[in-house]
């Protein structure tokens, strides 16, 4: 049941692309008035609550377009000297953990998941969660219900994730299956679990089941520094022959930036025909993907490439504090900093960029509302006390408040800094 908001006047903010103070009116859940411009001739009803803004920035939700739900915060529990490279060792590990897992661990981590969402300013957040072998569709069921339990507050999208092969394991493919009828919202995919040769078989498995059920897909693509792999190109290519053209989606995509120029761009070609946005997780890819050899190449994708060809771009957390990341918060203003560091993008312009990355870009990746914040859309909001974008980046004053369908869901209350 959703609870109807209340209206709600915010009082002198500023937002990204106008000059100067603003009042902004919210009711029905959506943003009603914006100083003396309300939808048609309609008057503003009198708002129940009034918040004054003192001049911070009013600016779309973060949406986590890339987020491991059921691993989130599994980092306490590792013994000391666990590190996840190479792949095949944090493959294992995660085995190991997952195998532990209980419906009221995995129900305890996932609300303090959603809390620090609901605290940083997520509206909407995809969630990965394993479905294999190891632990069948118990994960996938915790969250479907922490989903429904929470709809009112945030918008949760699950994707059955296949951790384990599904090219060796025909049982692993079926569970699939069967966690697209027990409330997934997109299939997932990992072709980097196969072997090499079996990669493409991955894909093609993934196609196939996306056709069939006409599904979103979400594909982990290319975690790795190798020039010779090539799995976006083929998702892309197979994408556009099995008609699903708009319905695909990549994660990580590292491989791309080992490519030379020439092939590299030959592939972002092939992923603009096939409509396929590309969702960059730079902080765990930092610390787990790149070449030591090249202190520059750090398996970040070509970010200012496909940005420059008409990619959507989005950047997620993936790994939050667990058994691939030992640190991170659920904090997209953290995302975006860090993206900026590593794709070197410097000037006002850029970071502005790197700011759609985990807001608007983010919502048009995972199919969700990416209005802005103009007359008429839905209030999806994050008010910050920061009045400028660096300094919403930079964490500084960094209280913010939370507005989800025009209601007040949670917020942060932080950086009091003293001396
Ligand atoms: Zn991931």
Redesign the pocket.
């Given at each position: 049941m959703t609870v109807a908001a209340e209206p709600l006047l915010i009082r002198g903010a500023r937002l990204l692309d106008s000059a100067g103070q603003v009042d902004v009116h919210l009711a029905g859940g959506r943003i009603a008035a914006i100083g003396d411009a309300p939808i048609g001739d309609a008057p503003v009803t009198a708002p129940a609550k009034v918040i004054d803004a003192e001049g911070g920035l009013l600016t779309p939700s973060f949406v986590e377009p890339?987020f491991?739900i059921d691993k989130a915060l599994t980092f306490p529990g590792l013994p000391p000297t666990e590190f996840a490279q190479p792949l095949a060792a944090a493959l294992d590990r995660t085995r190991r953990v997952k195998a532990r897992y209980t419906a009221d661990d995995l129900r305890e981590r996932a609300t303090a998941a959603i809390r620090l969402a609901l605290a940083h300013g997520i509206g909407t957040v995809r969630a990965?969660v394993d479905v294999d072998p190891v632990g069948g569709l118990a994960a996938l069921n915790v969250m479907t219900d922490l989903r429904d339990r929470h709809r009112d507050v945030i918008d949760i999208q699950l994707v059955a994730f296949p951790q384990e092969s599904i090219v060796r394991d025909a049982g692993a493919l079926r569970l699939l299956r069967e966690a697209l009828t027990s409330g997934a919202d997109v299939l997932g995919g990992a072709p980097d679990v196969e072997e090499p040769r079996d990669r493409s078989r991955h894909i093609d498995l993934l196609i196939e089941l996306a056709a069939e059920r006409r599904v979103g897909l979400d594909v982990?693509c290319d975690y790795s520094y190798d020039p010779g792999q090539r799995d976006l190109e083929t998702l892309a290519r197979r994408t556009v022959e099995a008609g699903l053209t708009g319905l695909v989606r990549a994660?990580?995509c590292c491989a791309l930036d080992s490519y030379d120029d020439a092939a590299a761009i030959g592939v972002i070609e092939a992923v603009r025909a096939a409509e396929i946005d590309i969702c960059v997780?730079p902080m765990g890819n930092l610390m787990l993907v790149g070449d030591r050899a090249r202190p520059l190449g750090r398996g970040v994708a070509r970010l200012k490439d496909l940005l420059g060809h008409g990619i959507t771009v989005a950047a997620g957390s993936?790994?939050v504090h667990d058994m691939w990341f030992p640190l991170g918060r659920l904090d997209p203003a953290e995302v975006a900093m860090v993206t900026a560091v590593a794709a070197q993008m410097w000037s006002k312009q850029q970071l502005r960029q790197v700011f759609d990355m985990v807001t608007v870009n983010a919502a048009r990746y995972v199919g969700a509302p990416a209005e802005g914040v103009r007359v008429g859309a839905v209030a999806d909001l994050i008010l910050f006390s920061a009045t400028s974008l660096p300094d919403v980046l930079r964490n500084v004053h960094g209280r913010r408040t939370t507005i989800k369908n025009g209601r007040l869901v949670g917020g942060t209350e932080s950086s009091v800094w003293t001396a």
């Open positions: 890339h491991h990965h982990h994660g990580h997780c993936d790994n």
